[in-house]
């Protein structure tokens, strides 16, 4: 029953953060440019769009489940249901956010469908806070390789080729360090039952509070210079696919009781990593949005269609 209420906290979790996500772009996009030398400002100027607060609000919710399906069963699960948030942000988006989706992204949706269908039979992950147990040399190892690799991804803005991509890299770094706080929220999940002094006085939780404040200002950097789907789905791919392994090397979740249950469970691993890579291209109608601003008189520099 526990692992089943975690299960369900995490489908909750993945649809309304990519609800959230969509219209935090819509927000993003309207702001100004984030300034990482002045967060706080940029903090306030997102603040001050409504679809990014309504968004972020959105966020908290999916944030708080995350943490409820945290508590109750292990890392990779978790992170594996919330992978199957690709396949409703490819839906939400074509259904309500005017995005349209190609073959190769419903060919993306069905294998993501397959996976997760053989993770979900195949699995044999622990619940409750034994999930929480870890190894502390694994736990600093994974941590620093993930915070180190998120900070490079953010520098890249310094080298002058990468600069094209850097709404996409932006995405990744945010995928890493939201994993670097949820591995600290799932550490702290296992002091669920001591006092609260002890819960403030953990490592972990300034751990946590960092890699989420890192991972906000470069997610929504990331909103402002790139396209919605596909950096929202760069986001989700390297959050999922840093976090599924962190469960297993830090929390020691299993990967299967025997040789044909891991090498299925690995398969799935990979088609759910295929199948995100070939969502991310939905676009939008752009020519009948240029359409619809020539009809309006825009200036073409206001052209710049508004990609949920």
């Known amino acids: ?6 299960l369900l906290l995490a489908g909750f979790s993945a649809a309304v953060s990519q609800v959230g996500l969509l219209l935090r772009h819509r927000g993003a996009v ?3 440019d984030v300034d990482m030398h002045r967060p706080l400002r940029s ?17 908290v919710v999916a944030y708080l489940l995350h943490v409820g399906a945290l508590t109750l069963t292990s890392l990779s699960l978790v992170q594996v249901v919330l992978a199957g948030g690709i396949v409703l942000l490819a839906v939400i988006a074509e259904r309500f956010f005017g995005f349209e989706l190609g073959r190769r992204q419903w060919f993306g949706v069905v294998l993501a469908s397959v996976g997760l269908a053989l993770l979900a039979l195949t699995g044999e992950s622990r619940s409750g806070q034994d999930s929480a147990d870890y190894s502390i040399a694994a736990m600093i190892a994974f941590e620093a390789a993930l915070v180190g690799a998120g900070t490079a991804l953010v520098l890249t803005y310094r080298v002058e080729r990468m600069r094209s991509l850097l ?6 770094s945010a995928g890493l360090l939201f994993t670097v706080t949820h591995v600290a929220v ?4 296992g002091k669920a039952d001591t006092s609260v002094a002890e819960i403030l006085g953990s490592p972990y939780l300034p751990i946590a509070v960092a890699g989420g404040i890192a991972a906000f200002f470069a997610s929504a950097r990331s909103l402002q ?3 919605a789907v596909p950096v929202i789905a760069v986001t989700s791919i390297a959050g999922n696919a840093s976090a599924i ?4 090397i830090v929390f020691g979740d299993p990967l299967g009781s025997d040789a044909v249950a891991v090498a299925v469970r690995s398969f799935a691993f990979v088609l759910v990593v295929v199948a995100a890579a070939l969502i991310p291209a939905p676009t939008r109608a752009a020519a009948a949005t240029r359409r619809r601003a020539r009809s309006r008189g825009v200036p073409p520099a206001a052209r710049r269609p508004r990609a949920a």
Do not use: C, E, H, Q
Request: aromatic content about 10%; hydrophobic content about 55%.
């Open 1 to 6: 029953m526990t692992l089943a209420a975690g």
């Open 30 to 32: 309207d702001a100004r």
């Open 43 to 59: 903090a306030i100027d997102l603040f001050r769009s409504k679809w990014w607060t309504i968004g972020y609000a959105l966020a």
């Open 167 to 172: 709404g996409v890299l932006l995405g990744v």
């Open 186 to 189: 799932k550490a702290l999940s």
């Open 225 to 227: 210079l790139g396209t």
């Open 245 to 248: 392994p962190a469960g297993i």
